[in-house]
């Protein structure tokens, strides 16, 4: 048995000729920065997100950073951010010269709570950063709730959930603005490098329109000190074709979810809880258990790719030595215990099955918790 955790190149084999083709199409135009292919890509992005702009960038971390920079952040603001999370959501704080600061998650959604943001937020606090973790959407409402009391931006980490629904909504502008990564391995993944902000702030967009190139809106004349950080129309082309087959390729994902969720019914693992309000795209299938990396070594000999999102929360990285005393047991405890199965578009039913009996067989679980 030899199952994958993740397998990208099925996904460019599925769709190679209509690929191969939107890289012809670009290499043809004689347009290679910007130009009309990241324009139809914007359009359709801001579109399929229920939003009424979409700014194509060159990363996730762009996305987040640029996004903080739009909305004002500067040095010595404070953003709330996730404790469990992937640093760079972190990150992108730190590069504005602000400081994070960390909110433990949902004991069931692994999400950040809200009912612990409020007593978070001191006279420095300009943003709060929900991340949407493992393609599940945060509980918006009553994050927007404290943001509107306080005066506060609200900007999302969309990275792991494109296509997911809150309260029947896609993601894309329920706060002022969504980071997207187009990172290979997400759901709607480049084929290298890319990122994008949702929004419906004119404001903001314009202003992220700016910072990408360089500070300029008009050729050799620049406003303020911007960076180079421009979606590639080569990755655009590409995420056209893909955005195309994105809510086939995420009903794909949601069969294999409900079909761990069915055959993983031992009381010892911990499956993932989805509240009634959310529709996710299962970008990850998250378990959490007592001896997580036994499970892994025994998924390992048995052929199962597994994966850990993640193994050191941002407060322990030694990029974050000054959180080093702190303490956050609910991110230190998520990372001791949950472990990633495989799952994607191209994981059939079958494997699923595999990994499924793998884990119910053998008493696997129950030589585990002895």
Known sequence: ??????????????????????????????????????????????????????????????????????????????????????????????????????????????????????AAITPATRVILPVHLYGQPADMDPILAIARKHGLRVLEDGAQAHGARYKGRRLGAHGDAVAWSFYPGKNLGAMGDGGAVTTNDPQLADRLRVLRNYGSRVKYVNEVKGYNSRIDPLQAAILRV???????????????????????????????????????????????????????????DAGVDTLIHYPIPPHKQLAYQEFADRKYPGALSLAEKLISLPIGPHLSIEDADLVINEINSNNLLKNLNE
Not at 35 to 42: K, L, Q, S, W
Not at 89 to 109: I, K, M, Y
Not at 242 to 262: G, S, T, V
Not at 275 to 282: G, I, L, Q, S, Y
Request: proline share 7%; hydrophobic share 45%; aromatic share 8%.
């Open 242 to 300: 893909k955005l195309a087959n994105l809510d086939q390729w995420n009903a794909r994902r949601r069969a294999i979810a409900k079909r761990y969720q069915q055959g993983l019914a031992d009381n010892s693992i911990a499956l993932p809880y989805v509240p009634e309000w959310a529709e996710p795209v299962w970008h990850l299938y998250v378990l959490q258990h007592p001896h997580r990396d036994a499970l892994k070594k025994a998924l390992s």
């Open 1 to 118: 048995m030899n199952i994958p955790f993740l397998d990208l190149r099925a996904a460019y084999l599925e769709l190679k000729p209509e690929i191969d083709a939107a890289i012809a199409r670009v290499l043809a135009s004689g347009h290679y920065i910007l130009g009309p292919e990241v324009e139809a890509f914007e359009a359709e992005f801001a579109a399929y997100c229920q939003a009424q702009h979409a700014i194509g960038l060159a990363n996730g971390l762009d996305a987040l950073h640029l996004a903080l920079l739009a909305m004002d952040v500067r040095p010595g603001d404070e953003v709330i951010v996730p404790s469990n999370t992937y640093i760079a959501t972190w990150l992108a704080v730190s590069q504005c010269g602000a400081v994070p600061v960390p909110v433990e998650p949902n004991a069931r959604t692994y999400n950040i709570d809200p009912a612990l943001i409020e």
